[in-house]
């Protein structure tokens, strides 16, 4: 099968791209000019040889579609985003990116007729804990954004319903929660290099709001998750939340020490509010999906991916 993935020399997109070369897909990775990206550390050189990379911009619908005509593209996974704190300063670029990108990947599918589309929306729709009555957040919770990219996400959610029920482009949106391991340059997950990235190669690492729990998913499970999407029959539900382990900064911290007996973190008691404890019960029914990667053995493959690029002994 032929697949486009937007963002797939990025951090979630480049293990998506691992995962349908392994299957034996052919995939073009869209993404935008960058020094820098996830693939470099993420696929092996034969894998990035057979990976069809083609620079390009989601707002751009006419070279989007040209690219799914070129190359034939039976499937869009679309992962291309710009980040939580990347939207804060510079709003009308991120409601271009976010909302008008994710829309143009909407309208190709329904102008080419490719039979499904999986994009990437986010838990940060949902805004803060104390905006809710529930103990755990059912995947129908309404939307409570706090910040432009949660507000961008909402506006995609709406616009994925608005194109299923007016055009019946098929579509399956995932809320990704705090995606961390090997291979993340950028984004809000980046405070996982505090407990895990700096500790693993010797350096020291200083642990905030430590006292609530974080949603953890491991890559491999979030490119699972997608690859599963792409292929499975029509969906009831059109965006899934998504739940990982559920650990506090400050119990990773311990799993790391286990590991890496002396390593240097400092901890600070803080709160933020914003612990959820997410159902992802529809998504199990719905796709049979469910997380295969503990926080322990992903804390694991991080630290020896690091130690080994490094030079340094790995950890049992």
């Not at 973190?265 to 509010?273: A, E, F, L, M, Q």
């Not at 998504?283 to 322990?296: A, C, D, K």
Request: glycine share 8%; charged share 20%; proline share 6%.
């Amino acid at each position: 099968m032929n697949y486009l993935v937007t963002g797939g020399t990025g951090f979630i997109g480049s293990y998506i791209v691992r995962r349908l070369l392994a299957e034996g897909h052919t995939v073009v990775a869209h993404h935008s000019h960058s020094s820098e990206t996830s693939a470099q550390q993420v696929l092996t050189p034969d894998e990035l040889s057979r990976t069809n990379v083609v620079q390009g911009d989601v707002t751009d619908l006419d070279q989007l579609i040209h690219v799914c005509k070129e190359y034939k593209v039976e499937r869009l996974i679309h992962m291309a985003s710009m980040l939580a704190a990347e939207t804060t300063g510079k709003p009308p670029l991120a409601v271009k990116v976010n909302c008008v990108g994710t829309t143009n990947i909407f309208e190709a599918a329904r102008q080419l007729n490719i039979p499904r589309v999986v994009w990437a929306s986010s838990v940060a729709v949902f805004g803060v804990a104390a905006d809710y009555p529930y103990e755990v957040l059912p995947n129908d919770a309404p939307h409570h954004p706090k910040s432009i990219y949660g507000a961008c996400k909402v506006l995609c959610e709406f616009m994925a319903n608005h194109y299923f029920s007016e055009h019946g482009v098929d579509s399956i949106g995932l809320r990704f929660p705090v995606v961390y391991g090997p291979g993340r340059i950028r984004g809000g997950g980046m405070f996982a290099n505090e407990v895990i990235n700096k500790p693993a190669i010797g350096e020291k690492g200083n642990v905030t709001y430590c006292d609530e729990p974080i949603n953890w998913l491991y890559p491999d499970d979030a490119a699972r998750c997608a690859v599963i999407a792409s292929q499975a029959p029509r969906t009831q539900t059109r965006v899934f939340t998504m739940s990982g382990d559920l650990r506090t900064l400050d119990q990773v911290a311990d799993i790391t020490r286990s590991l890496i007996p002396g390593a240097d973190i400092t901890v600070n008691p803080k709160k933020t509010g914003k612990t959820f404890k997410f159902d992802a019960s529809q998504l199990e029914r719905e796709l049979g999906f469910r997380p295969e990667w503990s926080i322990e053995a992903g804390v694991k493959e991080t630290i020896n991916y690091l130690r080994r690029k490094a030079g340094l002994p790995l950890v049992g």
